[in-house]
């Protein structure tokens, strides 16, 4: 093309020549702005922050001249008063105090590290009475901490700020990705039986996960649907099942599930239940040898014992014996197996136990159902029940002498529920500078209600001297007699039982606000503080049907039998080291009555010394309505057996059957003669018990039955379920629980009685040296707080 058609082709479109100069001076001017140098040129002339129309102008506080020459004149006033000879004084002793309690405190944490174990415990327990220390320095000290002290200080009840916080706090791992990560631990731990039953029947293959965000935040909120919620709690049960074994329980761990359990824990932190059976997963785990440091890094150390501050007895009692399992350095340490759980001491002591006191519940019993006080309202039994540690919200079923448990908090089956990250309770709930545990949102069985006095407002001192003398004095003279309200209606000619209390030791405790749900763990350590109380729990159905602990495995269906279980649980029992060097004292109700015997037959039988010395050393048995001879509700399978499906334990408790009659022989021949000197004490029930199912009165235990030719006999006028719940403290029932235990523990031995706790090593002289300065720091807390008010009095 020639320059004259180019030129008359550009004539015809002069818009074309437009466009094209616009684009390349365009081009140009991007390319020249791509180098520093222009782009620095024209930073000079263009603003390059973003217009805010809607930002408001910064507004200034203009301080009126009159205040402002007030605050300068008490500056000034301060100044002066700070060089004033008083204050010469006073401020070098307040820098000298801030820095000697630091240094003690580190001192002491050094010496709770490296030192002996008396000096360890000493350092330990002035830790633990330290409470003038700031937030920082509980934080300093948490960081310095080492697994073996963290421990320490958790068994000794010390402050919450001890510990470290919780990795990643404030955030949850997203449900799905945590379901995808539990199923590839437990796929690891094939072919294991139980795995293979569980992912066949309630844990299927989870689909690939993708696109989602790992951990969830404060701001972020989602549903957690029904199904993920329920599969959780299968996992967490079907975890406390195989982590009876210490094998599996080491995998587990050394698979990284201490930090999945962690956040199991983060999504039900509002759920009392499933956290209680988490806590069980832990208990079981801590059993596995060298696993403190794992529970240390992990930050479970920390949230036990918050668990053992909270108001919720069963969170409270498998926190305690988790700790128990992981303090190595405690002079008295057991070792807690499943199915046994120390009721008291739940903390460090320093004395021995002088007297072991074992409970052992009956059929759809538990540790926080039989042993509870007894209702106000008449009971009930459910035929359909279960235990008290292993209630589950999705099945409808009644409770031993309750209603339903979940009655009007259960949670709804069309939805789900938010998850959204529940906040630290060091940091989010705080009351009087004291850390609070978490708010839950599920039913709470708390520890005792104690009413206090209110405080006289009486001016006049004579006045309220003598009222004050009024109420401490006995409602009734020693010249009265006062008959236990549940006085027996029969007992036999040999009892030795006391059936009322003089009128000057009667505490009238009708109208009493006052009530627990485990008395054996807050009545009997004010009677017997030097005792250790253990109970034991284990699980029971009337029917197949509702025996749920043997759906995570088919093996377990043979552990009902009395024998099998009375086996499992001796050896369990021997591994507490009950019965070293002290008494036993047996508390058995209904088919607790029956294990607590073969128990006893079974360690006579062994050839091993630890397990010989729980039948050598009890010293008293007590059996609350235990069916002897057998009960009348086995009779039931002969009639309608297709409908209930009886099950295991109800088949071997029919009346009169061979294997019971020949165990109830061979214990009487060993009470005429190795036990002989063996307190025991029978009660039988006097009064049918109330079936909710069909709504007829029953006997479940005749007297007959519950009657044996040995020691006191007494028939109460109480059901079947409340030979277990005394009604308070005063009753015949509680009186003569003491009076058998006190028989017991006077019958020991003299080497025994005498033997006192010895110390292992003399302390050195830094530990003596660290007590007093303690001590001396203790007492110049108080006057240094009344120093600045003489100084002020004295300025003034």
């Given at each position: 093309m020639s320059l004259e058609e180019l030129r008359t082709t550009l004539r015809r479109y002069p818009k074309l020549v437009g466009l094209g100069g616009v684009g390349i001076l365009t081009t140009a001017g991007i390319l020249l702005y791509g180098s520093p140098q222009a782009r620095n040129f024209f930073g000079q002339y263009v603003d390059k922050k973003a217009p805010e129309s809607d930002k408001r102008r910064a507004e200034y506080i203009y301080i009126k001249y009159h205040i402002y020459r007030e605050s300068m004149r008490k500056m000034q006033q301060k100044q002066e008063e700070e060089k004033k000879w008083?204050?010469?004084?006073?401020?070098?002793?307040?820098?000298?105090?801030?820095?000697?309690?630091h240094s003690v405190a580190w001192r002491l944490l050094n010496i709770a590290q490296t030192g002996s174990q008396p000096e360890r415990l000493k350092a330990v327990q002035q830790l633990v009475c330290m409470?003038?220390?700031?937030?920082?320095?509980?934080?300093?000290?948490?960081?310095?901490?080492?697994?073996?002290?963290?421990?320490?200080?958790?068994?000794?009840?010390?402050?919450?700020r001890w510990f470290m916080p919780v990795h990643r706090r404030g955030c949850i791992k997203n449900p799905k990705m945590l379901l995808s990560e539990l199923h590839g631990m437990l796929a690891r731990l094939r072919p294991m039986g139980c795995v293979q039953h569980f992912f066949s029947k309630y844990f299927p293959e989870q689909d690939p996960i993708e696109d989602i965000h790992e951990y969830i935040n404060e701001e972020q909120t989602i549903v957690l649907s029904t199904a993920d919620t329920d599969l959780l709690k299968e996992i967490i049960s079907f975890l406390h099942h195989i982590t009876k074994d210490p094998e599996i329980s080491a995998k587990i761990i050394k698979d990284g599930g201490l930090v999945h359990?962690?956040?199991?824990?983060?999504?039900?932190?509002?759920?009392?239940?499933?956290?209680?059976?988490?806590?069980?997963?832990?208990?079981?785990?801590?059993?596995?040898?060298?696993?403190?440091?794992?529970?240390?890094?992990?930050?479970?150390?920390?949230?036990?014992?918050?668990?053992?501050?909270?108001?919720d007895l069963r969170l409270q009692v498998v926190s305690a014996k988790t700790m128990a399992n992981l303090d190595h350095d405690d002079p008295n340490q057991c070792t807690y197996p499943p199915n046994v759980y120390p009721l008291h001491p739940r903390v460090r002591t320093r004395r021995k136990p002088k007297a072991d006191i074992v409970f052992v519940h009956g059929l759809l019993g538990g540790v926080f159902i039989t042993w509870r006080q007894r209702d106000r309202k008449p009971t009930e039994l459910g035929l359909y029940g279960k235990n008290a540690f292993y209630t589950s919200e999705t099945d409808d079923v009644f409770l031993v002498g309750e209603q339903k448990r979940v009655n009007g908090n259960k949670h709804k089956k069309a939805q789900g529920r938010p998850l959204v990250p529940a906040q630290n309770a060091t940091e989010a709930n705080k009351t009087n500078g004291q850390p609070k545990t978490e708010g839950f949102k599920d039913p709470v069985l708390k520890t005792i209600k104690k009413v206090d006095e209110e405080p006289l407002k009486i001016s006049d001192a004579a006045t309220k001297e003598f009222v004050e003398t009024l109420r401490s004095q006995a409602e009734l003279d020693s010249d009265w007699e006062v008959v236990h309200p549940d006085v027996p209606l029969d007992?036999?000619?040999?009892?030795?039982?006391?059936?009322?209390?003089?009128?000057?030791?009667?505490?009238?405790?009708?109208?009493?606000?006052?009530?627990?749900?485990?008395?054996?763990?807050?009545?009997?350590?004010?009677?017997?503080?030097?005792?250790?109380?253990?109970?034991?729990?284990?699980?029971?159905?009337?029917t197949e049907w509702s025996a749920n602990f043997t759906k995570y495995c088919p093996c377990e269906k043979g552990q009902g039998h009395i024998d099998?279980?009375?086996?499992?649980?001796?050896?369990?029992?021997?591994?507490?080291?009950?019965?070293?060097?002290?008494?036993?004292?047996?508390?058995?109700?209904?088919?607790?009555?029956l294990l607590t015997k073969l128990i006893i037959l079974k360690s006579m039988d062994s050839h091993e010394p630890k397990v010989q010395q729980i039948a050598k050393n009890t010293k008293g048995i007590v059996f609350l309505g235990t069916p002897h001879r057998g009960s009348s509700i086995a009779k039931w399978q002969q009639h309608i057996q297709m409908i209930l499906s009886p099950s295991i334990e109800v088949k071997e408790m029919e009346e009169n059957?061979?294997?019971?009659?020949?165990?109830?022989?061979?214990?009487?021949?060993?009470?005429?003669?190795?036990?002989?000197?063996?307190?025991?004490?029978?009660?039988?029930?006097?009064?049918?018990?109330?079936?909710?199912?069909?709504?007829?009165?029953?006997?479940?235990?005749?007297?007959?039955?519950?009657r044996i030719n040995f020691g006191d006999f007494y028939l109460l006028?109480?059901?079947?379920?409340?030979?277990?719940?005394p009604i308070y403290r005063q009753s015949f029932l509680y009186q003569r629980l003491l009076h058998v235990i006190r028989d017991s523990v006077k019958d020991r031995t003299?080497?025994?009685?005498?033997?006192?706790?010895?110390?292992?090593?003399?302390?050195?002289?830094?530990?003596?040296?660290?007590?007093?300065?303690?001590?001396?720091?203790?007492?110049?807390?108080?006057?240094?707080?009344l120093l600045p008010r003489v100084a002020v009095r004295f300025n003034t």
């Open positions: 008083i204050s010469v004084i006073i401020n070098p002793i307040g820098k000298w105090w801030k820095t000697a309690k409470d003038h220390l700031k937030d920082w320095d509980f934080r300093h000290l948490a960081q310095m901490c080492d697994a073996r002290t963290a421990v320490s200080l958790a068994r000794c009840g010390a402050d919450t359990l962690m956040e199991l824990r983060k999504i039900f932190c509002d759920d009392n239940e499933t956290l209680s059976t988490l806590c069980k997963v832990l208990a079981n785990m801590s059993v596995v040898p060298d696993v403190v440091e794992h529970f240390f890094t992990t930050g479970w150390v920390g949230t036990l014992a918050e668990w053992q501050q909270c108001p007992a036999n000619n040999d009892c030795e039982g006391k059936f009322s209390v003089s009128g000057n030791e009667w505490r009238n405790q009708e109208s009493s606000e006052e009530y627990t749900n485990c008395w054996p763990m807050e009545w009997l350590p004010d009677d017997y503080p030097d005792s250790r109380i253990i109970g034991i729990d284990y699980t029971s159905a009337v099998v279980r009375a086996s499992t649980l001796l050896e369990r029992i021997a591994v507490s080291d009950v019965g070293n060097e002290r008494p036993i004292v047996w508390i058995g109700h209904s088919m607790g009555g059957a061979p294997k019971l009659l020949e165990m109830h022989r061979r214990f009487m021949g060993c009470l005429n003669t190795a036990l002989r000197h063996v307190k025991v004490m029978s009660v039988a029930e006097g009064s049918p018990t109330m079936l909710t199912t069909f709504k007829f009165p029953l006997r479940i235990v005749t007297e007959e039955s519950a006028k109480d059901d079947h379920l409340s030979l277990s719940k003299p080497d025994a009685k005498d033997q006192e706790e010895k110390p292992q090593s003399t302390p050195n002289q830094e530990v003596v040296l660290m007590n007093i300065v303690s001590a001396l720091l203790n007492g110049a807390k108080g006057l240094l707080e």
